[in-house]
């Protein structure tokens, strides 16, 4: 059974950083595209970053370009959003997505498999 499952948001100050991680089972992520979408309360999901499949295409939204990477390790079946300089804006669930496309793009519809989101909030 396919399993993505988030983990790493919690409650930083602005302008710190944060890593979250999403491990899968169930399939390799070995091949598939992926992506990071975030959801604030009374919002849209929107895309974050994506990755194609072999990782020869990267993606940002321009609200975390520069701020944001996107990575995955293989063979630990982890996709990766580095975040640094965070801001209050940032407060959202962050979910990660998984699809077979070789890409998928930033918008939620185009990715099959999710995980369950983990909060992340920036705040003093």
């Known amino acids: 059974q396919v399993h993505l499952v988030e983990s790493g948001g919690g409650l930083v100050q602005p302008g710190e950083s944060l890593t979250l991680s999403c491990a899968a089972s169930?399939?390799?992520?070995?091949?598939?595209?992926i992506g990071w979408f975030r959801q604030a309360p009374g919002k849209e999901r929107e895309g974050v970053s994506c990755?194609?499949?072999?990782?020869?295409?990267?993606y940002y939204a321009d609200s975390v370009k520069g701020r944001f990477t996107i990575s995955r390790d293989n063979a630990k079946n982890t996709v990766y959003l580095q975040m640094t300089s965070l801001k209050p804006e940032d407060t959202a669930v962050y979910y990660c997505?998984?699809?077979?496309?070789?890409?998928?793009?930033?918008?939620?519809?185009?990715?099959?498999?999710w995980g369950q989101g983990t909060q992340v909030t920036v705040s003093s």
């Open positions: 997505a998984a699809d077979r496309k070789i890409e998928a793009g930033m918008h939620f519809s185009s990715y099959d498999y």
């Open positions: 169930g399939f390799t992520l070995d091949g598939y595209a």
């Open positions: 990755s194609s499949s072999s990782d020869s295409s990267t």
